[in-house]
């Protein structure tokens, strides 16, 4: 009778134990964060929860999702973690007189479940033509979209693109085509209601427009330009060029953000000459500390502290040079401490397989210098197009557009080493990856 009622305390204490074990690991192994990827073969968005402990995906229920539009590029996550905005490019169409037009661009918003579903809410439009980037102030308060063209109309009233005749509006000359001018590129800027998502247009009040005396719709940036940066109080855009006054090309065009009502003001008399010889990126560590500007034509990495008036300062050894076995530095990130930055190599673009695709890191000292960090360069999927380091800041992933992938890493925070996910690295996601967001928004 004893044994028999000791059997039964024992049975119960295993059981106890077992499930307490069980529960352990469940816990410990909960979503951690959202990954969302967009993907312009469909015009979709792919979305992937986070598993905590290994770093590993699983499907967003009901994933992929619609992207709003044509041709999504990137995306953002707001600061509450509850909204993702899409920024869908459009396809192109061009007339015969050389203007292009957009089909299917606008900037759409999608609410972010509870359980990582998306719930398109309205789409808003840029003001100027072709916009491809899209960035928050540091507060999430406002949204900024970066377009090629300013907007300019004929006589009609109709947005034009280009024209034969060089002018003060038409002032860039076409790249491949003599005797065509095209207007400046611009930022459209939008303050963000965080309870609602919904976006509303800030005008320009520095600069009217000469025609009808009314504030413009966008900031004028430079020619052709490339991507941009909102860091410290400032926004800075890369442009290709050459700029009208100088014949610069390679340049950054700079504003200073105003935090209370998203005014943009200039705050140098002429664009900052980087001397790269193309840049493919611009972009900060996640303190904002410093700024950094790839240059795939070189194969360099040009690092800046931020300056008076936002004047960029070459840091020690800027631009220190790629790994050598890397090629095609298209996007970077750091980790959460600003210790290492790592950069996404996207190598030849052609086949399905591709070894130079790889990831480069570096380790970040006190005064901002690059070295590279021991171990050498990380394989990943091929073409990413996006690096990033997810919200729990263990793990690093990439969206590879010639693989259509998600290739994760775990990130070793003493080391800066990065290894494979245990029990799978790479994910199968919507075709061809454009760029890769996540929000750390999981109640």
Same mark, same amino acid.
């Given at each position: 009778?004893?044994?028999?009622?000791?059997?039964?305390?024992?049975?119960?204490?295993?059981?106890?134990?077992?499930?307490?074990?069980?529960?352990?690991?469940?816990?410990?192994?909960?979503?951690?964060?959202?990954?969302?990827?967009?993907?312009?073969?469909?015009?979709?968005?792919?979305?992937?929860?986070?598993?905590?402990?290994?770093?590993?995906?699983?499907?967003?229920?009901?994933?992929?999702?619609?992207?709003?539009?044509?041709?999504?590029?990137?995306?953002?996550?707001?600061?509450?973690?509850?909204?993702?905005?899409?920024?869908?490019?459009?396809?192109?169409?061009?007339?015969?007189?050389?203007?292009?037009?957009?089909?299917?661009?606008?900037?759409?918003?999608?609410?972010?479940?509870?359980?990582?579903?998306?719930?398109?809410?309205?789409?808003?439009?840029?003001?100027?033509?072709?916009?491809?980037?899209?960035?928050?102030?540091?507060?999430?308060?406002?949204?900024?979209?970066?377009?090629?063209?300013?907007?300019?109309?004929?006589?009609?009233?109709?947005?034009?693109?280009?024209?034969?005749?060089?002018?003060?509006?038409?002032?860039?000359?076409?790249?491949?085509?003599?005797?065509?001018?095209?207007?400046?590129?611009?930022?459209?800027?939008?303050?963000?209601?965080?309870?609602?998502?919904?976006?509303?247009?800030i005008t320009n009040n520095q600069v009217q427009n000469p025609t009808t005396g009314a504030q413009l719709t966008t900031f004028p940036v430079g020619c052709y330009p490339i991507d941009q940066k909102i860091s410290a109080g400032f926004v800075f855009v890369a442009d290709n060029g050459p700029e009208p006054a100088t014949?610069?090309?390679?340049?950054?065009?700079?504003?200073?953000?105003?935090?209370?009502?998203?005014?943009?003001?200039?705050?140098?008399?002429?664009?900052?000459?980087? @001397? %790269?010889?193309?840049?493919? &990126?611009?972009? #900060? $560590?996640?303190?904002? =500390?410093?700024? /950094?500007?790839?240059?795939? !034509?070189?194969?360099?990495?040009?690092?800046?502290?931020?300056?008076?008036?936002?004047?960029?300062?070459?840091?020690?050894?800027?631009?220190?040079?790629?790994?050598? @076995? %890397?090629?095609?530095?298209? &996007?970077?990130? #750091? $980790?959460?401490?600003? =210790?290492?930055? /790592?950069?996404?190599?996207? !190598?030849?673009?052609?086949?399905?397989?591709?070894?130079?695709?790889?990831?480069?890191?570096?380790?970040?000292?006190?005064?901002?210098?690059?070295?590279?960090?021991?171990?050498?360069?990380?394989?990943?999927?091929?073409?990413?197009?996006?690096?990033?380091?997810?919200?729990?800041?263990?793990?690093?992933?990439?969206?590879?557009?010639?693989?259509?992938?998600?290739?994760?890493?775990?990130?070793?925070?003493?080391?800066?080493?990065?290894?494979?996910?245990?029990?799978?690295?790479?994910?199968?996601?919507?075709?061809?990856?454009?760029?890769?967001?996540?929000?750390?928004?999981?109640?």
């Open positions: 009778m004893k044994f028999k009622k000791f059997g039964q305390i024992g049975l119960a204490l295993v059981v106890s134990l077992g499930l307490g074990f069980g529960i352990t690991s469940c816990s410990n192994n909960f979503t951690v964060a959202y990954l969302y990827v967009t993907g312009s073969q469909y015009n979709q968005i792919g979305g992937f929860n986070i598993l905590n402990n290994t770093g590993n995906l699983t499907a967003v229920s009901k994933s992929p999702f619609g992207s709003g539009g044509t041709d999504p590029v990137r995306a953002v996550v707001s600061t509450s973690g509850r909204f993702l905005y899409v920024l869908n490019e459009g396809a192109p169409t061009t007339d015969a007189s050389g203007n292009v037009t957009y089909k299917g661009a606008n900037i759409a918003v999608f609410s972010i479940g509870g359980n990582g579903t998306l719930a398109f809410q309205q789409s808003y439009t840029s003001q100027g033509t072709n916009s491809f980037r899209l960035g928050f102030s540091s507060a999430g308060s406002f949204l900024y979209v970066l377009d090629e063209y300013t907007p300019q109309t004929n006589a009609a009233g109709d947005i034009v693109t280009a024209s034969n005749v060089q002018s003060d509006a038409f002032p860039c000359p076409d790249p491949t085509t003599a005797g065509l001018w095209h207007p400046v590129g611009d930022l459209t800027a939008f303050s963000v209601d965080n309870n609602t998502g919904r976006l509303s247009l014949g610069q090309t390679q340049t950054i065009f700079e504003y200073a953000l105003n935090s209370s009502t998203g005014q943009l003001t200039l705050t140098q008399n002429s664009e900052q000459v980087t @001397t %790269a010889d193309q840049i493919s &990126a611009i972009n #900060s $560590d996640q303190a904002s =500390k410093y700024i /950094y500007v790839l240059d795939t !034509g070189g194969n360099r990495i040009f690092n800046y502290t931020i300056g008076a008036n936002g004047l960029l300062q070459a840091v020690t050894g800027s631009p220190a040079p790629n790994t050598a @076995t %890397a090629s095609n530095p298209i &996007a970077l990130t #750091s $980790d959460s401490k600003t =210790k290492f930055l /790592y950069i996404a190599n996207a !190598g030849p673009s052609s086949g399905t397989t591709n070894p130079n695709s790889v990831i480069t890191g570096f380790t970040i000292a006190a005064n901002g210098v690059l070295a590279p960090i021991a171990g050498g360069t990380t394989p990943t999927g091929s073409g990413p197009q996006c690096i990033l380091e997810d919200p729990s800041n263990q793990y690093i992933y990439t969206a590879d557009f010639v693989s259509s992938t998600v290739t994760g890493h775990v990130l070793d925070p003493n080391s800066g080493v990065l290894t494979d996910l245990r029990n799978n690295t790479s994910y199968a996601t919507v075709g061809n990856p454009t760029w890769c967001v996540a929000s750390g928004h999981t109640d």
